[in-house]
């Protein structure tokens, strides 16, 4: 069998990439296979992003808002199995776990009971309950158990060396990890653990390893974990390749680090415990000598590929698509079949949102009955070109005129009308959100000019309101484009306001229906106006495109030239938090690379003038 731990940075991302979740999950050709950083919260899963045909599949997701990290991390464990429901295949898992406190709601599945009250696993004593239900509350953990091993699906916290609050949050992590893969050894337990741990081990695991890197706690707590330093842990791709070098799973997108391989290696997958033979105490006999057939870096599923335009020659503007990490695998071998099991509750084919809830005879009879009333409702507004009416199911609103005009009250939005007031009891909201309105033939110039005054409105990149739809907008040569004023008194409306009407709007934030008395005022008297109005139009756009190409040449002359390849530098800003947040600064424009490496970023560096420098 095989497994594939995959950062995604996106499981949409990827999935819209690849044209279906199916066809990603195909392309990886594995019978397990763990993403992280699927940024899915809870709320978002849906059939298209969690399931697909012979695949079974098990998520974590986030469940805080804490500094905007809701649907920030999450990861996923997708399962190739050919039965579901009686199977003794081992990619399906006899039991599965979100989190790895067992104290989510849901840890033991989907359906689990509201009166099971989770307790804390085995070996986490000395661990509040809160500080257990805030570790699992960012979507890091997925556990399945496959009869023979344990596997372990992690998503490692990042922390940046001057933010504590993280350092220790991810310190806790770990310390919290290590009890229950302690726990599970001394069960006798095998375990595997997969993912994007965070932490490159060693000086060879990290392209620009310094001296404070053996410092690092987090990497002394991985090597700790190692069989070679008294640990029960076997690194499976070291033991495959002790002494490869720049063998990098991860890259910086935004420096173009992936043009020449200058990255880090931090998604692992770990071994521990015995192998499945009788006599596996002998000499030599462990899971990775007796099992693990392969295990390697997945290079065809980087962004950035020989052939690809380098940055300074425009690749700068080349999306890549891609995640900025790779797959690695391990081929496992002699690997027997399990007892007959079913799904694990935790599955996602349990999940009511993504597959829906059973109907009852009642709620199909009311939306039945709710159909029947839209359709009378529906069948009881019209309208003639001669006498035009807005009409709803309560009310209608009619003006007849022998030219066709309507009269109205003053433009205005009603707030605060009552529903027993507009909508008949018992009736949904559907039936008004799209109320019939006709002004007829004669007002087809209007109309047509509208619209072309709304795509002139959008293309400034300006949202168009009703209010402003209607309002007057005087052109330079004094042409007035709509009319009159945009508040006309009651008495003005029926002498100068010749197309007006009632619409019932519904106000998709509060529910709230609200009235709008919609005047459209003024008389076209030719088609001459329009061309007046259209021709200044294009004059404006025309002038505000040439000063903005003159503005983006003078920003080009500014740029100034990195002083490794007297190529024009990048401009970028100081989005950190401090003294110098928001200030402009330049770089080189190549990719980051070895220093070595004449064709890498130079590393120059220049502060842009805050202000220009006045001559005395």
């Known amino acids: 069998m095989k497994i594939v731990t995959y950062n995604v940075n996106g499981l949409r991302h990827r999935i819209s990439q690849y044209g279906s979740l199916l066809k990603l999950l195909d392309s990886l050709n594995a019978d397990i296979i763990c993403f992280q950083e699927t940024k899915l919260s809870k709320q978002e899963l849906r059939a298209d992003t969690v399931t697909a045909s012979g695949y079974e599949s098990f998520f974590s997701c986030t469940r805080t808002i804490d500094k905007g990290r809701t649907g920030y991390s999450g990861v996923a464990t997708f399962c190739r199995v050919k039965s579901a429901f009686s199977s003794d295949e081992v990619a399906l898992p006899l039991a599965a776990e979100e989190g790895c406190t067992g104290l989510l709601e849901n840890s033991r599945g989907f359906g689990t009971r509201k009166d099971e009250i989770p307790t804390i696993m085995e070996g986490l004593d000395g661990f509040t309950k809160d500080e257990l239900l805030k570790l699992d509350s960012e979507g890091r953990c997925i556990i399945t158990d496959h009869g023979h091993f344990v596997l372990f699906n992690i998503y490692g916290p990042r922390a940046a060396n001057d933010d504590t609050e993280r350092i220790q949050f991810k310190l806790t992590f770990y310390k919290i990890l290590q009890r229950r893969w302690e726990s599970l050894l001394h069960q006798g337990r095998r375990i595997l653990v ?237 039936a008004f959100q799209k109320p019939v309105l006709s002004l007829g033939s004669n007002h087809a110039k209007l109309l047509e000019y509208g619209k072309t005054k709304k795509k002139a409105r959008e293309g400034r990149l300006s949202q168009l309101s009703l209010r402003s739809f209607f309002q007057s907008a005087n052109s330079s040569d004094g042409v007035d484009c709509s009319g009159a004023d945009t508040s006309p008194s009651q008495g003005d409306v029926s002498n100068s306001n010749p197309y007006s009407g009632r619409i019932i709007l519904n106000n998709d934030e509060s529910n709230t229906p609200k009235v709008l008395d919609l005047i459209i005022s003024g008389t076209i008297e030719d088609q001459d106006d329009l061309d007046v109005c259209h021709s200044s139009e294009k004059e404006k756009r025309n002038v505000a495109l040439v000063e903005w190409q003159r503005i983006q040449q003078f920003m080009q002359d500014s740029i100034p030239l990195c002083r490794g390849h007297g190529e024009p530098c990048v401009a970028r800003v100081v989005k950190k938090a401090g003294p110098n947040l928001g200030r402009r600064f330049y770089v080189c424009a190549r990719a980051e690379g070895p220093a070595s490496n004449a064709e890498a970023n130079c590393g120059h560096f220049k502060w842009a003038a805050s202000k220009s420098k006045r001559k005395e």
């Open 194 to 430: 997969v993912g994007d741990l965070n932490i490159a081990p060693a000086a060879i695991d990290r392209c620009d390893a310094g001296p404070e890197f053996e410092n690092n706690e987090f990497r002394r707590w991985f090597r700790s974990l190692l069989m070679e330093n008294g640990g029960p842990f076997i690194d499976v791709f070291r033991a495959k390749y002790p002494e490869r070098r720049e063998a990098y799973t991860c890259w910086p997108t935004n420096t173009g680090a992936e043009e020449f391989n200058f990255g880090t290696r931090i998604d692992h997958i770990l071994s521990a415990g015995s192998c499945l033979h009788k006599k596996n105490s002998l000499e030599g006999h462990n899971f990775i000598n007796c099992h693990v057939e392969d295990c390697d870096i997945l290079m065809q599923f980087k962004r950035w590929k020989p052939g690809n335009t380098p940055r300074w020659k425009g690749g700068r503007s080349i999306k890549l698509e891609g995640s900025d990490h790779v797959p690695v695998y391990m081929s496992l071998t002699e690997i027997p079949s399990t007892p007959q099991h079913s799904t694990p509750p935790l599955s996602t084919r349990y999940c009511p949102q993504v597959h829906g809830c059973q109907q009852t005879l009642v709620s199909i009879i009311k939306r039945r009955q709710s159909a029947e009333k839209i359709k009378t409702c529906g069948e009881s507004s019209s309208f003639t070109d001669k006498n035009i009416t807005v009409r709803s199911c309560s009310q209608s609103v009619k003006r007849s005129s022998d030219d066709g005009i309507i009269s109205s009250s003053d433009l205005r939005l009603e707030d605060g009308v009552s529903r027993t007031d507009e909508y008949p009891q018992g009736f949904s909201d559907e």
